[in-house]
């Protein structure tokens, strides 16, 4: 049996399967004890069926992203694994990194070397054991956080509200400095506008238009991002 | 207050027994394939390599486990933060998903009413991202062949355009407040390009988010009791 055999095989297939249902079995008990809390907080049916679908529509167009990272991620660890490590834990970005590491610890290029079942244990040894600290460190210290940021707000929902929302465009506003900062050529001195960042003005541009109508027709609010990005990549294609 | 007394009493406190007890077996779960690598096949790493390879990694990724969760917290939430970091995918995809569900329920993110929403946002949005990934591993690389070239090309900017859409959708409240973050989030982010902070190990993965969200915060924190003076 090759490596690529093992790590394909059904044995692996279950064991993979099992770790995926703990990450789909979380999110449905917490969406069950929501959608039953949901009333008893002031919020509607209505309310929430609406942020379900919203949330489905926001999704797919990621999906889509981490299923192509997956897809790469396959071809050279299996099928199971691959399946597993981008619905658990870890990010597209850092699983190809970590299974790199770990093969190259015992000699092998991954993706272009031939895995062998030595380096098939590493990179996968090495993906789990990077990643288990995001949910060791964020599973214990969510419950201190949580009392830390009721301190800081002092019982006060409103500047919970205000904190939160900071942090809300923190996080958008870090993502897009990211994209844009490329803006800013530093070897030549000179500002060049490359895709990416191309991209990132187009969403907000086309964004902004898209909430000005949807204020005059409502009902195509909730499509607002998936125009606004489905605009944004046809532009960008043909630029 | 009843909703209060609910929220804060009952709810919260069957929620993070739930994130634990989730948390703890998803780490435990994790090695399984591995042990199944070990026991069905006899592959086990030598010790003396995985540890190499643990340094390695950890050495890029350790700082991230513990500030990303923290980085996060505010606008994850409690429940948020035991299920995106069991989940992963976080900045492409969870928060964009529980914001869009808190703008669609026109909720506040750190209200009640506004965690019970990104709760089912993001729970909807793990299971169709498993589902894609599933219905994916199953076809295999096929899928990706049947895909024009276009379409794969077009997806490597579906997420700067997702952030710049929803950083708009944000903005329209707060403009000052986002142009602020806006701008410092693009000079931070220069200023590690042009390796200002190469004396920070792995700085480039977290230091534009931690210090952005921070600033954000404190602006928010600033720009609330300013308003409750006046």
Not at chain 1, 112 to 119: F, H, I, Y
Not at chain 2, 173 to 197: D, E, M, Q, R
Not at chain 2, 210 to 221: E, Q
Request: net charge positive.
């Amino acid at each position: 049996m090759s490596a690529l055999e093992i790590a394909n095989s059904w044995p692996m297939w279950i064991a993979c399967g099992a770790a995926v249902a703990v990450v789909v079995a979380q999110a449905v008990i917490f969406a069950i004890s929501a959608w039953k809390a949901g009333p008893k907080v002031g919020l509607s049916k209505d309310q929430m069926k609406n942020a379900m679908k919203s949330s489905a529509i926001t999704s797919i167009g990621p999906s889509v992203v981490i299923l192509s990272g997956m897809l790469s991620l396959l071809i050279t660890v299996g099928g199971p694994i691959a399946w597993m490590r981008l619905s658990m834990i870890g990010s597209v970005m850092f699983e190809a990194i970590a299974a790199g590491i770990g093969t190259n610890v015992v000699g092998v290029t991954l993706g272009t070397d031939v895995l062998t079942n030595e380096a098939l244990g590493m990179a996968l040894w090495t993906m789990v054991l990077c990643s288990i600290g995001w949910v060791v460190f964020a599973t214990f210290s969510a419950n201190r956080m949580d009392k830390i940021q009721n301190k800081l707000s002092g019982g006060d929902t409103k500047k919970l509200i205000a904190i939160s929302t900071g942090a809300v465009i923190g996080v958008f506003g870090a993502m897009c400095g990211q994209h844009l900062s490329k803006v800013v050529n530093l070897e030549n001195k000179a500002l060049t506008l490359d895709k990416a960042s191309l991209a990132c003005l187009l969403g907000a541009v086309i964004m902004f238009v898209m909430i000005k109508v949807s204020e005059k027709f409502p009902a195509i609010k909730e499509w607002n991002l998936t125009i606004s990005l489905l605009l944004t990549l046809v532009i960008v294609a043909f630029v | 207050m009843e909703n209060k007394e609910f929220f804060d009493k009952e709810y919260m406190p069957k929620m993070h027994r739930i994130g634990k007890l989730t948390g703890a077996l998803g780490v435990l779960i994790a090695f399984v394939p591995a042990l199944v690598l070990a026991i069905c096949y006899g592959i086990l790493p030598a010790p003396a390599a995985l540890v190499t390879a643990f340094v390695a990694g950890a050495s890029s990724f350790a700082v991230l486990w513990f500030v990303e969760p923290i980085s996060y917290f505010s606008v994850l939430g409690p429940v948020g933060t035991y299920m995106a970091f069991l989940s992963g995918n976080i900045s492409n995809m969870r928060v964009p998903c529980a914001s869009m569900a808190q703008v669609s329920a026109e909720v506040e993110p750190g209200s009640e009413k506004g965690s019970v929403i990104a709760t089912l946002g993001m729970a909807v949005s793990i299971v169709i991202n498993i589902s894609v990934l599933t219905v994916g591993v199953i076809l295999g690389s096929s899928i990706l062949s049947m895909l024009p070239e276009s379409i794969t090309g077009a997806l490597n900017y579906l997420l700067p355009a997702l952030f710049g859409a929803l950083m708009m959708q944000f903005s329209m409240k707060s403009k000052g407040h986002s142009a602020i973050i806006l701008v410092f989030a693009i000079l931070i982010n220069v200023a590690l390009k042009a390796g200002v902070f190469s004396w920070l190990p792995g700085a480039n993965n977290y230091l534009g988010i931690l210090t952005s969200v921070f600033l954000s915060i404190v602006v928010a924190i600033v720009t609330y009791n300013k308003a409750k003076d006046a």
